[in-house]
């Protein structure tokens, strides 16, 4: 197998290494597309139990703030005891949670349930993306990531389609039944691997404290948010949980300077494009979480659609992702991410600004289809260069912690965004609660274009050629020149 001169290990791929790009894809899949397949089910599960929008944050906040919380500890033991066991551990928790949730009798064991789905997709996530990044370099890591990112990219909208079809044809609980079989095929799979477990070498410390007050303080934060809205934000509970979850947030990243084993080394912000990378993914997926959402409940609890017709309603969305991620990931890698990273937000915030023009009486091709194909095709053209570009700015060594931490502040600013669903649209997303959000949505969406364009870089020195040939093969068409790729984005895409 010839290697690239990148590093040890890392390599052109062949058809011997479609079993790992199967794997990571697959775990990731299931992963994203359980964190939004809940969306359209949310009516339903709040009818079975008789419960209101707190219920319904929870048991999408249940699932985020566990995943966030412990995806910088799932990262850093990916490193250190191996990726493809990681993997597979986070493959068997998420089947007995998925089945949890699947049996659960009340709204507290479901959101319990949800936790620990969370907990298992903290390990899989990471884990899924490390293995590509740091057996593949160059054009070969272009076209891995590019379908890591076509698939799992989809799965993050997808899941309000399927969601919707198996509410309306069998019940919300089949939402979480049917992760069963994808994640059965993924642990046969991972017997055919060798050597994805590289990079686990069994002596560096877990940073447990750094994990309790990540943990502690998103947790405190959160439920002062979601509980605030019954209780009263002067209530001595909420108050209490909002100021203690603070104070952990903030003595977070004092820890992570001061201890010997931080599960967040604070010098990986130095890279000018990790450290900007991740403040447009703060704003992008903060947008998506909230936006997807009351997209979500809007069109069922007031525009009166069935799950079905809600979840095709936003079938443009993973459409253009399948479709076109993979193109514009070979694009930004040619050409750099800034323009992709600066004008694709702004492009999803104008999907957002036309659908807050939704009025009485409503009408679905009219008023939602044009804004929703709009924010799709811009969503499409940011995703694949934004994590690429954070990703190439850390080295092979750090590729699991540097995909945890993108990871975990993705997870980590939708559980907040929803976390202020009701403060920004009341008690029900009716129109004027639907025209709120979205132009929240369109205000975040905006600022990760901004920020990407005055922050990113398309770095001209200390750049190395990539192979044009294996670019060119990626996409069955004659190889230009060779082209070169600035150090600190290697031509790959993300989901």
């Known amino acids: 197998m010839p290697t690239d001169a990148d590093g040890p290990g890392r390599r052109r791929a062949d058809d011997t290494d479609r079993p790992l790009i199967a794997v990571a894809v697959l775990s990731s899949f299931v992963a994203f597309l359980d964190g939004s397949v809940v969306n359209l089910a949310l009516p339903a599960i709040s009818r079975e139990f008789g419960a209101g929008l707190a219920l319904q944050q929870w048991v999408v906040d249940g699932y985020l703030l566990t995943l966030g919380a412990l995806i910088l500890v799932a990262g850093a033991v990916s490193d250190q005891f191996g990726r493809l066991a990681v993997l597979r551990a986070g493959l068997v928790v998420f089947a007995v949670s998925s089945v ?25 996530v990471p884990s899924s993306l490390a293995m590509i990044n740091a057996r593949f370099s160059g054009a070969a890591q272009a076209r891995a990531i ?18 919707g079809m198996l509410v309306d044809a069998l019940s919300w609980r089949w939402i979480f039944g049917v992760n069963i079989v994808p994640l059965a095929v993924t642990l046969y799979l991972t017997t055919k691997l060798s050597g994805a477990s590289d990079g686990g070498d069994g002596r560096r410390q877990v940073d447990v404290i750094g994990a309790l007050l990540n943990a502690g303080g998103l947790t405190g934060v959160v439920f002062a948010l979601i509980e605030g809205q019954r209780l009263g934000f002067s209530h001595a509970t909420v108050v209490v949980s909002l100021l203690a979850g603070l104070a952990c947030l903030c003595a977070f990243p004092w820890w992570e300077g001061v201890t010997g084993h931080p599960m967040m080394p604070l010098q990986i912000f130095r890279a000018r494009n990790f450290a900007v990378g991740n403040l447009a993914t703060v704003f992008l997926y903060a947008g998506l979480s909230l936006g ?13 659609l069935s799950a079905t017709q809600a979840g095709l309603a936003t079938l443009p969305v993973p459409v253009l992702s399948f479709l076109l991620a993979r193109r514009f990931g070979a694009l930004a890698g040619r050409y750099g991410p ?38 799709g095709l811009g969503l499409t053209i940011t995703v694949s260069p934004l994590t690429a570009a954070v990703l190439a700015a850390v080295q092979p060594s750090q590729s699991g912690i540097g995909s945890a931490v993108n990871n975990a502040i993705s997870r980590v600013a939708g559980l907040i965004a929803i976390a ?21 949505t369109a205000v ?3 600022l990760a274009g901004v920020v990407s364009a005055v922050g990113i870089r398309n770095a001209q020195s200390d750049v190395r050629r990539v192979d044009a040939d294996a670019t060119a093969r990626c996409h069955d068409r004659p190889a230009p020149p060779p082209v070169r790729i600035a150090e600190s984005y290697p031509s790959r895409t993300d989901a």
């Open 444 to 446: 975040l969406l905006a």
């Open 100 to 124: 949890l949730c699947a049996v659960a009798p009340t709204g507290w064991v479901l959101i319990a349930a949800r936790c620990l789905q969370g907990v298992g997709a903290a390990f899989l």
């Open 338 to 375: 800034r323009l992709f990273m600066a004008v694709g937000p702004l492009v999803a915030a104008l999907g957002y600004v036309l659908m807050a023009a939704t009025r009485q009486p409503f009408d679905l091709w009219t008023q939602m289809l044009p804004g929703l194909v709009v924010f």
């Open 292 to 304: 997807m959402l009351i997209v979500a409940l809007f069109l069922q609890e007031t525009a009166g």
């Open 146 to 163: 590019g379908t890591w990112t076509a698939w799992t990219g989809t799965a993050f909208v997808i899941g309000p389609l399927l969601g």
């Open 420 to 440: 202020f669903t009701g403060v920004i649209v009341g008690d029900t997303v009716d129109f004027d609660g639907f025209r709120s959000g979205a132009l929240v």
